[in-house]
């Protein structure tokens, strides 16, 4: 079984500064995804970003990237240039590689940004 | 090409009553997942159906609820005899295959009160 594991309840930054949420995880799976959703006062969950593991390079969208340690098994998302629509709650997630797997997700962050 | 619909967007119940929560896929997809959110919670996998079939029902609790996706119509996510305890949001999400490299696409979610 998988854990996902966001220890931090909220966060806040300043409009156009840096942000960096964490986000650990615990598997015995040698291949999977990782993904950061982020999910609005509208609560519709929206995809921000995918880490293959079996990828070294982080993956980047824009202003947003993560930080991603398979050793350590921590994955870390950076939001650059932050805006007031970033406002929300985000969650870090986990799938393992293959058929009929479902997404194990972290409790989530609140992530408020300041005018 | 709509996204994944969800409704009702919101649903309130007296306890003892039953609840009936409608998810059509996106188009062209033919597995759907249903996932709980409780307040100040991540998202919990439920039940995870293709077409006419269910594949994972491992996190749906054993009494009063209930899934099925028709070979005709939505996935329809039933609860009877709702109980305060089934307060909570359920996203539907839906995917072209069931192979973890296919993004699972987010409803809205609905929301259920139960009062």
């Known amino acids: 079984a998988q854990t996902v594991t966001q220890s931090q309840p909220e966060m806040s930054v300043q409009e156009a500064e840096t942000v960096t949420l964490s986000c650990t995880y615990d598997?015995?799976?040698?291949?999977?995804?990782l993904f950061w959703y982020k999910q609005p006062p509208s609560r519709q969950m929206i995809l921000v970003i995918r880490q293959e593991a079996y990828k070294q390079q982080n993956a980047t969208e824009n202003r947003f990237s993560v930080n991603f340690q398979k050793a350590a098994k921590s994955f870390s998302l950076k939001i650059s240039d932050s805006q007031l629509g970033d406002t929300a709650m985000y969650f870090c997630a986990f799938i393992a590689t293959g058929a009929n797997s479902k997404l194990t997700f972290g409790k989530g962050i609140t992530l408020s940004v300041r005018p | 090409n709509a996204g994944v619909m969800q409704n009702p967007r919101h649903l309130v119940r007296r306890r003892g009553q039953e609840a009936r929560l409608r998810c059509s896929p996106m188009k062209g997809h033919s597995h759907v997942y249903w996932y709980r959110q409780l307040p100040e919670e991540g998202l919990k996998f439920m039940v995870y159906l293709q077409k006419e079939n269910i594949i994972d029902e491992s996190g749906m609790p054993k009494e009063r609820f209930s899934a099925e996706f028709p070979k005709e119509g939505p996935s329809i996510l039933r609860i009877q005899q709702v109980v305060r305890g089934d307060s909570a949001a359920y996203f539907c999400?839906?995917?072209?295959?069931?192979?973890?490299?296919?993004?699972?696409?987010f409803g809205p979610g609905t929301r259920l009160t139960v009062l």
């Open positions: 598997t015995s799976e040698n291949n999977y995804y």
């Open positions: 999400a839906s995917s072209p295959t069931g192979h973890s490299y296919n993004e699972q696409f």
